[in-house]
């Protein structure tokens, strides 16, 4: 005797498994231009590497004999994967069965997906389309009662966020915990004008009256404006933001190319077919002399780091920072740099959370850092100070001194202020080059000269050729080979050997985070 008749059984329920919500409701999700829970899967990760776990898991119906006439399947699905060879926790969302609410679903299989990220020590990549919460009015009438709140599984969240990179795809309308889910991770992604993200979505909030709403023409405008990528890729909710799902999928793929597999373990070198000692002529005249100028900082990067391997992070907010990971002589490393083009360079509240978070998830999976500098100082003004600019940025400043990885500066141009002395940890050693156009302070001096040389000012015959000559003599004592002299900077060195001696700091502190192994 086979078990036969038992097997049979097992691949009619796993079919019905991958009719998801039924025909209607796939076609329903397709017709919106998404691509559907089990569609997504395949193309997130390599190709065949999907091993489904718990397929079958959802909800029975039967007939009056007890046999089983259909099944409505739970509407999260997970699984062992590959990406880039690699094993991971690959989860999705159905938003086919009653939008993803998690009530219509099984609690633990969300509660093991997350366990068997930081137990198996996988790195966990969330496809969230939907609630994913608590489910509806309606829910609590079939219940009898309603209750104080609770996620099941949240702890084991928390310890992802500790233990292994987690990513978000946010692929649809999220609204609750599914907003949550994407918020508590490493690295998260909005598909534009495909999704959205809010603590609760449109009708909810037209219900609690005028004060809450926007004046939307429609539910898909209400949407947009609610909690579109536009608002949260510029607030700093999510990171990045994408034109399509196939994008999403990619730049989740290449983000877990520089992390590695969970805490503790470190990042894999790739190769690189880009010479160490490549010198490019146009960081020599990058810098305009005049300080009001500004110069392309991305264009420095592509210059001195390995060709192609510049991955920017969170591009639509904290502007004046570019934060990226990159590779310098197949290294992976984190870069923070200062981006002239916006506010000067000067660091707002939102760049000094933006470079706050990024330091600490280099720190968490032992990256070194890298640090771009042209920092005019904390942003100021009435704006500032509302915004609490002094506390952002402090907290900036106390991640990166907190940070135990190697980091090396470069001072490209200006180092103000608190912000400027951000930089790096300077009661440690200052891995640090300065091109010839560094210029530093505790403040800008062309900015106090009228104030600090008042009286010489008044009484001079000519006040305007005073005030040139005072100018003339400071530009002398603000000279970088002035602070050269005195070892208050260790190297000033020519622009183009910037990639060069990066390639070797990089050697170098690759080589002291694996004899920490």
């Known amino acids: 005797m086979t078990w036969a008749k038992e097997l049979e059984e097992l691949k009619r329920r796993e079919a019905l498994a991958e009719e998801m919500g039924g025909p209607d409701k796939v076609a329903r999700q397709h017709s919106r231009g998404k691509m559907d829970a089990r569609a997504r899967l395949a193309a997130l990760v390599d190709e065949g590497s999907f091993r489904e776990i718990g397929k079958i898991a959802g909800r ?116 609750g915990l599914g907003a949550a889910r994407t918020v508590a991770s490493h690295y998260s992604i909005m598909v534009k004008g495909l999704s959205q993200i809010f603590a609760a979505g449109p009708a909810v909030v037209e219900a609690m009256g005028e004060a809450y709403k ?129 506010l000067g360079g000067s660091w707002e509240a939102k760049t000094s959370e933006k470079v706050e978070r990024f330091v600490k998830l280099a720190d968490q999976f032992r990256l070194p850092i890298v640090h771009l500098v042209d920092n005019p100082g904390f942003m100021i003004g009435r704006e500032a100070e509302m915004a609490g600019t002094i506390r952002y940025g402090v907290q900036a400043m106390n991640a990166i001194y907190k940070a135990s990885v190697p980091l090396a500066s470069v001072v490209m141009r200006r180092a103000y202020g608190i912000a400027g002395s951000a930089m790096s940890n300077a009661e440690r050693y200052q891995y640090r080059f300065c091109w010839p156009s560094g210029d530093w302070g505790s403040l800008p001096i062309a900015g106090g000269l009228e104030v600090a040389y008042k009286a010489e000012l008044e009484a001079a015959e000519d006040p305007e050729a005073e005030l040139e000559a005072i100018r003339e003599r400071l530009a002398k004592v603000t000279s970088p080979f002035r602070s050269a002299e005195r070892f208050n900077v260790e190297d000033i060195i020519d622009p183009r050997d910037t990639r060069p001696l990066l390639c070797e700091f990089a050697g170098l502190a690759w080589r002291r985070l694996e004899s920490e192994r």
């Open 214 to 342: 926007d004046g939307s023409a429609s539910h898909e405008d209400a949407k947009e404006a609610l909690g579109g990528s536009a608002i949260h890729t510029r607030n700093g909710v999510v990171d990045d933001e994408v034109g399509s799902e196939a994008e999403a999928f990619a730049r989740a793929r290449h983000f877990l190319s520089f992390m590695p597999e969970h805490v503790g373990q470190l990042a894999r070198r790739a190769e690189c077919s880009d010479p160490t000692d490549r010198r490019e002529e146009a960081l020599l005249s990058l810098v305009p002399h005049d300080p009001k100028q500004v110069y392309s900082m991305r264009r420095a990067l592509e210059m001195i780091l390995d060709k192609g391997t510049v991955f920017e992070i969170g591009r639509g907010w904290g502007r004046a920072a570019i934060t990226a990971l990159a590779r310098l002589d197949g290294w992976p490393v984190a870069v923070v740099a200062s981006d002239p083009s916006y």
């Open 60 to 175: 029975g119906h039967y007939d009056e004999n007890g046999d089983l006439e259909s099944v409505t399947p739970a509407p999260f699905l997970f699984g062992k994967a590959l990406i880039n060879g690699r094993p991971v926790v690959a989860t999705a969302d159905d938003f086919t069965i009653r939008g993803g609410a998690a009530d219509a679903g099984i609690a633990r299989k969300m509660v093991q997906a997350e366990q068997m990220a930081h137990e198996l020590r996988l790195p966990i990549i969330r496809m969230i389309d939907g609630t994913g919460g608590g489910g509806s009015v309606k829910t609590l009438e079939q219940i009898g009662a309603t209750y104080i709140p609770a996620v099941p599984g949240w702890g084991d969240v928390v310890t992802n966020l500790d233990t292994v990179p987690v990513v978000a795809l946010a692929l649809g309308p999220t609204a």
